[in-house]
């Protein structure tokens, strides 16, 4: 139990001030009655408690004190019983508050609010007689009691007027008396007299206002009690409060004189400048001096005591923020009526010294100086009151204050306390101007420069924490100023959006920003501070969008968020698809766009969030999903028109993050929930299916042809994407575009489109992505090749292993791979020739480009599947087409660059003229031409394509080789060349009259023109403007088609020509041997087989001649003669052909390169003649082949072929032993060595010994070969032919 004290002061100050205020005011004395002078203190031994606990159930039947028994009826004895009994419960109980044992006190004043609930008379009267019938109780038993009375008489519905006069006047007596308890005693005496408002403030307020206005400074309890009334709304009924602020007011109109007296005004400043318990919180009393201040100064007349009462408290201490609040709180309520005298005393104080010192620097020397260190909070802090204050006078002067709250803001010391003072400020200023209804005709000069600060302290911020409202508060802020004039330009609202949304989208997850609060002492509820601070963010776009609600407006906000809907980071795309969401939610709930007014750019945004309903977040998916429902909400309101202006719903104001539907915020921020049952009906009431793919077909149906092509450019950059879930989902709604809308797509953007997919597809490393894009191609080129074909040149010089991927999935359809190769020869025949003007430089090769590119992407083309029928149907128009090419850049003479070594042969290579050559060789060999690409190959015919005066050779001796292969496609060549032979330019008209001239030769001409027909076509080309072209036409006429009679005169002059053989001038034998050939070209299959054998002797004998252009001149008119007799009996001359084999074999190690081409030409022409097998083989082996494999080869092919000459071709590699050039003698070693290798029998039989001697010294001198196989080779050989020799013959 408490020890029983007698009452005592506690401190020398409120005995004092509590003697004081009794000896100055009778009426607070007056209250002390008999109820007072008769108590006495009572000891209750501390177990009472306990055995009363178990001795009495819990429930108790409450009835009437024994008191009021006299003016009751009689009653039965059972019911006076049970009255007295649990009066008496209640007494004990009361006695039992003096006990220490806090949970027994707490059963107890829990029991004892029970009973009050039952029976409230009956408590509050036993209360009564208890302090009646016990003079001395202690001080702590008496506050317990008090705290319990308060609860009681606040329970109560009712109060009747005895126990309302009773209690209040034991409460008076109470709250201003000292003990050791301090002012915790006098507050639950001061809480009776709250608790009784409940009932009846009217009487309280009479009592108080008689205690405030007695002229001697009230007791704090006073204004305690005044506080709790003004703060606890709880306290009255409705209407009610007005009521009390009214009589409040007219309180301080009566207490205006109070403010001339020293003593008081002393004491009021006092109590408002003494330290508080805890800075965190401001106790009641002093809160409401401070408002009660204010009033005083409102109604104060004279301006020059609002001035001098106001500097006073300004100069007090600005440490504590409560101190900081009421400070503002008084000058505020003082600015109602005193706005000017207000403003000046706050233009003075901060230019006073100690506001000037603690501006940007504040370093305190002393501990007293820290008073000043946050003044210039307090100054904000003001500035917000007293615009909020100041209500309808406040529009003139909202300039000057924001100046000087920008002002302190940038020059005072930043800490929180500032920052937080300057967010407590705005929005009162803000609200002041948006309550008053004439803001809308002002314009606001300080607004943008209030921005700057707003954002400044926004970026200040720090990244990776979220621990106070600071966030959510600036972008309210921001809300609500974008609602001033002058509007923001877009410059700077770009610049808020992107601070705002860069400060929220990329905070750290919700569990991150969790673990960096787990150390304070009262951490944020993260999860609730981050939706709201998302809220604010999401109710700032619907506040821009509500200020200007156009499709312009639409499109610039969502353009602020693509870049986090993009974002590598699920948590920040989660966000701000939810965001994004919500923005089209609320539009799409109110209608603000005008329904004639287009979107923009929607596409995109189609786009974006297509590309989103496939992210691995489940919840960003679901967003997507969401938002895709509402745009489909407002395409169709947009397209439809489907409500007027005054049909549409009102317009709402966005709705406040508290009040929306909770957020489930999860590993992301959200938690992967499926959608609410309204979004699954919302999306199901316009699209049939909620699946992504086709909720974007669905949406695309009501998109315009701009909006279709945004979208497909949206698809287009997430092919470039990082993420492989974007770049797939970009595709394949690239895919989906281009399936349901590409054939309508303006056909100026398709080769935009075309480009921009080359160069995404170089990222794209997705097999599925790629082929969904090069799928994509395929369709668009149905439609539009032409454009397609235009733009793909663009980027095909050189061309790159994507581009020609591209090209493949551009001729991936048939009907379109030939348009394809028609639009490419188009665009190869369009060949501008540079030109030069007097004192300037060549044109640029921009204009010729494309046709360069053409032929570069043809030769590609040629090597590809999706191309190879296209290729082999368009052969004649390629053919001519190349061949006109090829002439145009030797036209062109293009300089290169001279490089040495390896750089000059690949720049050699990847010339324009070397493309173009390498272009007509595949298309030879890719269309199954290889007999005539050989013929050009074996002779080094593709060397005269390189210059200019020897191209027109080059192009005759293709033709000639077409005719002497007896090419299927002469007479479509033929049908081809009639239009180019009438051509504007010359390069066609001479590469036509060229194969025309040589196709003469050929029967399959006069299948297609008549030969009247023919002479005709020579006879036009007579007067053709180029001399050249004249000459060779003058030359076709007289083919001996068209001069029968010339063929017996040209086998006539023969033998006078084989006659020529036996001269001795190496230069008279080559040139006769050139004349016959020539002969032998232009009879055609008119010679005789007798001649034939003739020049084949004549010539065979000169194979071995010393002089290397006569040997290469013999082998030649050899192989002229074997292509002459092609398709002919060959009589004698075949022995000639088979004897000549080995000759020409081992020639091709002739030290003579032009002997050693005309030998492989030869050798060739003979195989055909004789008509071996695998002639495409040994074409190859000819041609490219070294090494003793292809030597090996060409062996195998003589012997195999041969096996009757067997001994005729043993005895000529025999006699080349002797052979004085190395390089025959060895070739010839390596064939006897196959042979002996193969046939050892054969040849044991026929070597003599004198053969087997010079043998085993030709493979001795070949074991010192440099060449280690051919060491190699002669060492088995020398081997085997020993034992070759040591077998019996």
Known sequence: MDAQHSEKPHSHASTDRTSSARSQNPRISSHISEFTKNQSYMTVPQNSARGDRQRHPTTILLCKSQSSQAALMPKEHTAFIEEAYSAAICFKLLRDLSGSDSLHLRYIIKKI?????????LVLETIHDYFVNNQQISTRHKFRLFHVLGAVIGATESLEETWEKSFMQLALENMTRS?????????????????????SWQVVARHLETEVLSGVFPHR???YVMGIMTSDETLFKEGEKAGWEEQLAKMAIKSVPFLNKEGWSKELLGALTRPDRTQQEQPPEKAFLFIYYGLMLQAEENGTNVRTHLKTLLETSHQWPKQREGIALTVGLAATRHLDHVWAVLEQFGRSTPIRWSLNSFSPKNSGDLRWKWASSTILLAYGQMADKAKAQILPWVDNILSRMIFFFHYSSWDETLKQSFLTAIPMLVGAINRNEGAQSY??????????????LMEKEPQDTLCTPTRQQT???????CKLRPQLDLEKKSRLLSISLRSVMSLPLLEVLEKHTCLFLEPPNIQTLYKETAGALEQMLQTFIMQNPTAEELHFLLSHLYVWLESEKAHERQRAVHSCMALLKFLSHNFYLDPKEDFKRIGQLVGMLGILCQDPDKTTQCSSLEGLGHLYKLLLHQRRGEASQEQAPAPQEPPQASKEGALLWSSGDQEAAPPSPREVALLKDHILHPGSSQVIKEVMKHLTMAELTDLIWTAIDGLGSASPFRVQAAADMLLTAIQEHGAKLETVRVASLGRAIHLQLCSVRIPQAKENALQAITLLARNHTSELVAAFLDFSIPLDSHAFRLWRALGAEQPVSHLVLAVLLGWLQKRPLPTRTSGSSPQPKKAYLRSLAAMNTLHELQFAREFKQAVQEAFPELLLALLSQTHYLLELNLPEEPQPGKEAQETA???????????LKSLLSTTRHWQDFAYMELQGAWDLFATIHTYPQGVGLLARAMVQNQCRQIKALTFQLLPNLQSREERERKAAIIIFTEFLYSPTLLEVLPKEAALSVLVRSLRDPSPEIRVL???????????PEKGSLLRGQLPPFLNGFFQSSGQVLVRVMGTVSDVLHRLGA?????????????TRSFFDDERDGVRAAAVALFGDLVASVAGRQLGGLRAQVHQSMLPLLLRLKDPCPAVVTQAKFAFYRCSVLLRWRLQHTLFCTLAWEKGLSARHFLWNCLMSHSQEEFGIHLAQALSYLHSRHDHIKTWAALFIGYTICYHPRAVSQMVSDVDTKLLFCTFEDLKKSPEPSVRDFASRQASFLQKMTARPR
């Open 113 to 121: 609010k029970s009973m009050a609930h039952g029976a409230p008379n």
């Open 179 to 199: 003990t050791e308890l301090e002012e915790a005693y006098q507050d639950a005496a001061s809480n009776v007299l709250v608790a009784i408002c409940r009932h």
């Open 221 to 223: 309890s006073i204004f």
């Open 443 to 456: 314009e606001f000069s300080q607004v943008s420069e209030l921005l700057e600060c707003l954002m400044l």
């Open 475 to 481: 972008i309210r802020i921001i809300s609500s100023l």
């Open 909 to 919: 290579l990847f010339s324009p003229q070397s493309t173009s050559l390498e272009a």
């Open 1033 to 1043: 036409s003058l030359q076709g006429l007289g083919n001996i088609l068209f001069h």
């Open 1086 to 1098: 008119h010679s005789t087989e007798a001649q034939g054998l003739s020049i084949a002797i004549n």
